[in-house]
């Protein structure tokens, strides 16, 4: 796979703190289960070093991703999904994340695909909902 291989990236309406919390809301309001919530230039700061506001959500919902795991378990190297909210060098407020069709084709899995396409369809959505007012 390329770096690059299905990596979406939108720029947000939002404030980066807004578009922090407007992810953390959207994400329960869908009934996702979030993981962890990781404050990179957070953590970053802990041990000296300067890195733009950079928040990664490890999100999911075990009903949906357990059976692509069941069917192929290197599918849990990459789940649960995540999402990357950072502010940009112009100042716009990005977010990101992979589609999981991408990650299929990347270990050749068969059989999962119509579960791949569901769920990326869903990320899509809440990631629309994230950017936009």
Same mark, same amino acid.
């Given at each position: 796979?390329?770096?690059?291989?299905?990596?979406?990236?939108?720029?947000?309406?939002?404030? %980066?703190?807004?578009?922090?919390? =407007?992810?953390?809301?959207?994400?329960?309001?869908?009934?996702?289960?979030?993981?962890?919530?990781?404050?990179?230039?957070?953590?970053?700061?802990?041990?000296?070093?300067?890195?733009?506001?950079?928040?990664?959500?490890?999100?999911?919902?075990?009903?949906?991703?357990? =059976?692509?795991?069941?069917?192929?378990?290197?599918?849990?190297?990459?789940?649960?999904?995540?999402?990357?909210?950072?502010?940009?060098?112009?100042?716009?407020?990005?977010? =990101? %994340?992979?589609?999981?069709?991408?990650?299929?084709?990347? %270990?050749?899995?068969?059989?999962?695909?119509?579960?791949?396409?569901?769920?990326?369809?869903?990320?899509?959505?809440?990631?629309?909902?994230?950017?936009?007012?």
């Amino acid at each position: 796979m390329r770096p690059n291989e299905g990596l979406h990236i939108r720029t947000s309406v939002h404030s %980066y703190a807004d578009t922090v919390e =407007a992810t953390r809301a959207v994400l329960r309001q869908v009934g996702q289960t979030i993981f962890a919530e990781i404050d990179q230039a957070g953590a970053a700061r802990s041990v000296g070093l300067p890195l733009r506001p950079t928040t990664l959500f490890i999100f999911g919902n075990p009903q949906a991703g357990t =059976a692509l795991m069941q069917a192929v378990p290197l599918f849990a190297l990459e789940l649960p999904l995540k999402i990357l909210v950072w502010r940009d060098d112009d100042g716009s407020t990005k977010v =990101a %994340y992979r589609t999981l069709a991408s990650l299929r084709d990347a %270990y050749a899995a068969s059989g999962v695909e119509d579960r791949a396409d569901h769920i990326d369809a869903a990320v899509a959505k809440l990631i629309e909902k994230i950017v936009t007012p």
